[in-house]
């Protein structure tokens, strides 16, 4: 009989990989030195990096200000992502650094989206009671 494998969340390695790249990122991306105009003076947070459990991979979630034209910002990030990886490759200390994809973050609309439902009438009724 074989044992199944029990999934316990990233480890250790991995959410340091993901913070050591966060950092890396946020500053390189303040810096505005991505030629392309999608992404010059446009503000973009990087909220999170998840390391794959190789290392090898990276996601990293990031929202431009606002959340305006985020799709073209993150059509332009993962356009120069061999770029902006061997830019900051040399500000993070790590043995081999992570092929870095982007995607949208949506934690900030789940968020608004709940402050608006618990704003709402029926849920203060509910919550009164």
Request: aromatic share 4%; glycine share 6%; charged share 30%.
């Amino acid at each position: 009989m074989m044992e199944e494998r029990v999934s316990r969340g990233r480890s250790q390695r991995q959410l340091r990989v993901g913070e050591l790249v966060r950092h890396a990122l946020s500053e390189f991306l303040l810096r505005d030195v991505v030629a392309d105009e999608a992404l010059r003076g446009v503000p973009i947070t990087v909220s999170e990096v998840r390391a794959s459990r190789d290392l090898r991979h990276a996601t990293a979630f990031v929202l431009p200000l606002g959340g305006v034209n985020e799709a073209s910002v993150i059509a332009a990030l993962n356009r120069h992502r061999k770029f902006i990886r061997g830019q900051i490759s040399g500000k993070v200390a790590l043995k081999y650094m992570p092929d870095i994809r982007f995607e949208a973050d949506s934690t900030f609309a789940q968020s608004d989206h709940i402050e608006a439902l618990l704003r709402s009438p029926k849920v203060a009724r509910d919550l009164k009671t």
